[in-house]
């Protein structure tokens, strides 16, 4: 108990000297280097997952053809999973070789975790929510959204 509790208490005292430092932090790094920005096949990819047209997503990445990039792998992975009908088995390959390229890639782990729980692997997506604990520090969307999945999972049983 006391050392969740420290542990509570330090990571709120992290976030409080990461805010403090923040506007220093962004207005140095405007000062010292470009903004990168995406690259197209990456922006393409996204605007069709969004338009739920996954099809098109997988014709625009496999002409990419990115294969040594986490994200690359991700969005892969997300629309083979999300194509109708899904191919689960090659999505899974795909979110695998995100995770070995990037292992702290947080939209792999919840992407993987939901294809888990598609797969009724209930400890496999619990394993991806630890990591995404362990990844996200203060808390963040793809922890939430996994989290969401697995208690409405379990809520069907």
């Known amino acids: ?18 805010m403090a430092t923040a506007p220093w932090v962004v207005s140095v790094a405007a000062d010292t280097a ?3 920005s995406d ?5 393409d990819a996204r ?3 969004k338009s739920n047209n996954y099809e098109q997503a997988l014709k625009q990445l496999q002409s990419a053809n990115e294969v040594n990039s986490a994200d690359w792998n991700n969005l892969m992975g997300y629309s083979l999973r999300k194509k109708q009908p899904p191919d689960l ?3 899974e390959k795909y979110y695998q070789a995100a995770l070995k390229i990037d292992p702290s890639h947080r939209s792999a782990m919840e992407y993987y975790g939901e294809l888990l729980l598609m797969k009724r692997d209930l ?5 991806m929510l630890a990591r995404l ?6 808390g963040c969307e793809e922890y939430s959204d996994l989290k969401a999945s ?8």
């Open 47 to 49: 605007a069709s997952i």
């Open 133 to 138: 604990d362990k990844a996200c520090l203060f």
């Open 89 to 91: 088995a090659a999505s």
């Open 34 to 36: 470009p903004a990168k």
């Open 1 to 18: 108990m006391m050392k969740s509790l420290n542990w509570n208490l330090a990571r709120k005292i992290l976030a409080l000297i990461v």
């Open 39 to 43: 690259p197209a096949w990456l922006t």
């Open 150 to 157: 697995i208690a409405k999972y379990q809520g069907k049983k």
């Open 123 to 127: 400890p496999g997506a619990e394993a």
